[in-house]
Structure formats: C-alpha cells, structure tokens
C-alpha cells in the first residue's frame, strides 16, 4: 500500500529552527509538496520538490532524498503566526496525490 | 479576487436527506477535485475531474456523486446522507503544470 508518515505533533520555541520530517511509501513518484493549514482554513501551498536538494524559500526550506523517501520542512525565525499543522504529499505514479495526515506544528513565547 | 468558491460554508442535516456542496472557480484550471479531511487523516480524495465533461473516482467515492457541465463549476452530490459522511469537504483546483492545488475554504458537513 502507500503511506506517508509524519509527526503527530511537534513543538518549538518562537525565534528557533524547526525541523518537520516526512518519508513515504508510493507506487512511483513525481513530485512532493509541503502546504500550510491553519486551523479551520484551508490548506494553502508552501514548496514543491521533484529533484533531490534543498529548495529554499525565505524562511522555509524543503528537503528531498528520492533514494531515501525521505523530505524535510525546516522552518527559521519562528514566529507565533507558523503555528499551523504542515502537510506532507506525494504525487504517485498516476499523478495522484497520496497525503499525510499532517504535522500541528505549536509554537511557544 | 480570483479563487475556489464553496458553499454552504457549514451545514447540518438529518441522516437520508440529499445534499449538494456547490464549487466555482475562476481561474480556468482543467483540473478540479473534491477531498475530505477528517481528524488524524490525510486528506482523502474523494472525485476528480481532469477536464470539462469527465469525471473519475477517487479513494473514497461511494456515496458521493459528481458533475463537470463546464470548466468552473464540479457539485458534489450526497445522494442520502449518513453520519459517516460527517467531515470538512475542500473543492481544489489545480492548472495541471506544477500540479500545486488551490482549494476552496471548506464546507463543514454535520450528519446527523
């Protein structure tokens, strides 16, 4: 079957470096994306990784290792308004998007 | 300003009754979708649509029903409505070349 598996819940300090991991278990791969939901919102995009690296974003970063089925989402600067959960999804080899259950992300003073 | 509409924002009904979540957008994507999001789930896809006058079913397609008459518009249709189909339904779109998603701000469904 095909999984993506990331954190339940994480939590940080406002100021510091956060980092959300996720690793997936798909039929094929065509890309990863990383989107932002707040809290009875709708989720909204944040990166999109199809080759391994680190693709970077202002404050946000995203990391891809195909050969590992691994990404990474690291956030800097914290700040009170990145508590949101992150949600991590792959598009398989039908072009369709497997999602993870998403990331809530808190964020301490 | 341009985007995915959806309505009702929220709704509560009685269990058998039949529902239409309504979708428009206006940014002339081909692609539309309907998700599901349910507490300590992924989103769950529910139907798609890769164009005008197609449709295709997704994870979770029994006991929902979609239409694409044209580019702007993909109803999602709860022919009787059960308690399970409680959750917060996003309508998507996408423009097919990055595949990023751009999704409406939900519909709450309460089935009672």
């Known amino acids: 079957g095909q999984n993506i598996d990331q954190p339940t819940e994480m939590t940080a300090t406002e100021g510091a470096i956060v980092q959300i991991n996720c690793t997936y278990q798909t039929s094929g791969f065509n890309g990863l994306f990383w989107y932002q939901q707040h809290a009875g919102e709708a989720p909204t995009f944040l990166s999109y990784?199809?080759l391994d690296g680190l693709e970077e974003k202002g404050r946000f970063s995203s990391f891809l290792s195909r050969s590992k089925g691994y990404s990474y989402l690291l956030l800097k600067e914290l700040q009170m308004k990145d508590s949101a959960s992150y949600l991590c999804?792959?598009?398989?080899?039908?072009?369709?998007?497997?999602w993870g259950a998403g990331t809530k992300l808190i964020i301490k003073p | 300003i341009a985007g995915i509409t959806q309505a009702p924002t929220s709704q509560i009904l009685a269990a058998g009754r039949r529902m239409t979540l309504r979708c428009t957008q206006d940014?002339?994507?081909?692609?539309m979708y309907w998700y599901r999001q349910d507490l300590g789930l992924g989103l769950r896809l529910i139907h798609y649509s890769n164009t005008a006058g197609t449709t295709g079913k997704g994870e979770v397609p029994d006991g929902y029903s979609v239409s694409r008459a044209n580019t702007d518009d993909f109803p999602l249709t709860l022919a009787s409505a059960v308690p399970s189909q409680t959750s917060v339904y996003f309508c998507a779109s996408s423009d097919g070349h990055t595949g990023e998603l751009f999704f409406g701000e939900g519909s709450r469904l309460t089935v009672l």
């Open positions: 940014m002339r994507h081909n692609a």
């Open positions: 990784n199809v």
């Open positions: 999804a792959v598009k398989d080899s039908n072009y369709q998007l497997i």
